[in-house]
């Protein structure tokens, strides 16, 4: 059983449009992420919820919104898309989401193209 | 920025030889972790090292943690071609809420 799961794996898309991404872990973890990775492998965090509340959210465009319908799901909506906004996005959990050094488990991650 | 920079960015090593890798840091942190992530694969967690750890062990690995010199390092003996992947460290800084990603090292044992 895949613990964290995000769907699609692959997207190409064309600029301007909109478009998300679904994540679901089934650990019972309260805290779930969203890092991006371009592509020289530099993995950011985007956003950051615990139990359905939002508590870190980076600089990021506000293009981007996550929206977590519970605390199993974090997807992750993108408007507008831009050509820069091509790489990879990983959804990811942990049990604890304080930096007390509780492990992250990562999904497989969703290949965004945008063109 | 990023928190962690691992050196070297890359390294070939034959199949059996041990495999080291480095991690920098620039603020104070609770712990440090290493992850490993294969080529098209999310990261998967290795190990864990406290701050008032100086090492630790799990199979093949071997972790340093130096926090007068905000560094660590990854050892693993005895590599196989199983290993080549990039290998990660992650610092959780003191007083914030997230964990922060080195550079990543990524590392190709030749069978």
């Known amino acids: 059983d895949t613990a964290v799961s995000q769907t699609p794996k692959y997207l190409v898309t064309q600029m301007g449009n909109d478009k998300s991404i679904k994540c679901e872990q089934n650990?019972?973890?309260?805290?779930m992420y969203w890092y991006k990775q371009d592509s020289k492998k530099f993995l950011k965090i985007m956003f950051s919820?615990?139990?359905?509340?939002?508590?870190i959210n980076e600089t990021v465009p506000n293009r981007f919104s996550p929206k977590s319908p519970d605390k199993a799901h974090l997807n992750l909506h993108i408007n507008s898309l831009e050509l820069g906004d091509s790489a990879v996005y990983f959804c990811?959990?942990?049990?604890?989401?304080?930096?007390?050094?509780?492990?992250?488990?990562f999904g497989e991650g969703s290949w965004l193209t945008v063109v | 920025s990023q928190q962690g920079e691992e050196d070297p960015q890359a390294l070939s090593i034959q199949e059996g030889e041990n495999a080291t890798m480095n991690c920098s840091y620039k603020?104070?942190?609770?712990?440090l972790q290493w992850y490993r992530q294969n080529s098209g694969r999310g990261l998967v967690h290795l190990i864990l090292?406290?701050?008032?750890?100086r090492e630790k062990h799990s199979g093949r690995l071997r972790v340093t943690l130096d926090t007068s010199k905000k560094s660590s390092s990854l050892l693993i003996t005895a590599s196989r071609a199983a290993d080549t992947a990039s290998y990660f460290c992650?610092?959780?800084?003191?007083?914030?809420?997230?964990?922060?990603f080195g550079t990543g090292t990524k590392l190709q044992v030749i069978p």
């Open positions: 990811a959990s942990s049990q604890e989401g304080r930096g007390l050094g509780n492990t992250i488990y």
């Open positions: 650990l019972g973890h309260d805290t």
């Open positions: 919820y615990n139990n359905k509340e939002l508590i």
């Open positions: 603020t104070s942190i609770n712990n």
């Open positions: 090292i406290r701050s008032n750890e």
């Open positions: 992650a610092t959780d800084d003191w007083g914030y809420q997230k964990v922060t």
